[in-house]
Nanobody
Framework: QVQLVESGGGSVQPGGSARLACVASGRTFSSDAMGWLREGPTKYREFVAGISWSGTITEYSDSVKGRFTISRDNTKNTVYLQMNNLKPEDTADYYC???????????????WGQGTPVTVSS
């Protein structure tokens, strides 16, 4: 059974940093793209960042580009999201997801995690 388990969410002050991690289990994901989407107060789920299976290609939404960094460790079946200079509008539930490639990750991932909340507030 495939499982994606996120960790690292919590409350952060504006300008602060947080690091999310997602461990995948049930099979190897070393051939899959992995990434993060988020769902804020509007309940619209938006793409945040994606990384190719090799780690050589990364994509970000315009709203987080330059502040967030995605990385992965295929030996640990884990993807990370380093979030710096956090803003109140980054407040959301963050979901880990996998797909065959980043375009599919943006639109229709194969697997989702249960989500981890990030709240940015003073």
């Amino acid at each position: 059974q495939v499982q994606l388990v996120e960790s690292g969410g919590g409350s952060v002050q504006p300008g602060g940093s947080a690091r999310l991690a997602c461990v995948a289990s049930g099979r190897t994901f070393s051939s899959d793209a992995m990434g993060w989407l988020r769902e804020g107060p509007t309940k619209y789920r938006e793409f945040v960042a994606g990384i190719s299976w090799s780690g050589t290609i990364t994509e970000y939404s315009d709203s987080v580009k330059g502040r967030f960094t995605i990385s992965r460790d295929n030996t640990k079946n884990t993807v990370y999201l380093q979030m710096n200079n956090l803003k109140p509008e980054d407040t959301a539930d963050y979901y880990c997801a996998t797909a065959r490639n980043i375009p599919q990750l943006r639109e229709n991932p194969d697997y989702w995690g249960q989500g981890t909340p990030v709240t940015v507030s003073s």
